[in-house]
Structures are given as C-alpha cells and as structure tokens.
C-alpha cells in the first residue's frame, strides 16, 4: 500500500492528467452541432467540477493528519472511477 506522500503525488499526476483531457475535450466540443455542443459543454463543465472537487480533496489530504488520510483517501478513490468513467464516456 502507498504511503501518503506517494498517494497525494500519484493523484497529483492524476489531476494534471484529467485537466488535460477536458481541455481536449472542450476542443472537440467546438465541433459538436449546436444542441449536442450545448449538452456537451454542460458535461464537460461538470467535469471540471468533479475534478476541482478532487483538487480540493487533496489539499485537505495534505492538512490531514496520518490518521485521517486513509478516510479521505476512499472518499478519493471512489470519485477518481466515475471521473475516469465520465471522461471515458466523453471521448467516445
């Protein structure tokens, strides 16, 4: 298991990682028809929501003691598998 330093670095990466695909995506957005575009962007905007949410996560991670990491850790994880399933919905 990871200790925490490894765990907020990997989920550092991460972030960088999904911010990158919503730029991508919002660059695809540009191409959708004008309603889907709409829906799209709608989508995407929640995203990046998920995503800040997740940033916010790791910043009360780092305030957290070795104690009460592990628990927002599962809050984490359990957020990290609907963004990658949401990205993974968006680009196809």
Do not use: P
Not at 3 to 23: C, P, R, S, T
């Amino acid at each position: 298991m990871m200790n925490k330093k490894e765990y907020q670095d990997k989920l550092e990466a991460q972030i960088k990682e999904w911010q990158a695909e919503v730029e991508k995506l919002k660059a695809q957005a540009q191409k959708k028809g004008a309603e889907s575009k709409i829906e799209y962007k709608d989508r995407i905007k929640e995203l990046e929501q998920r995503v800040e949410r997740q940033r916010e996560k790791l910043d009360a991670m780092k305030e957290a003691g070795e104690d009460k990491w592990e628990g927002i850790r599962k809050e984490i994880e359990k957020e990290t598998n609907e963004i990658k399933a949401q990205i993974k919905d968006l680009l196809y």
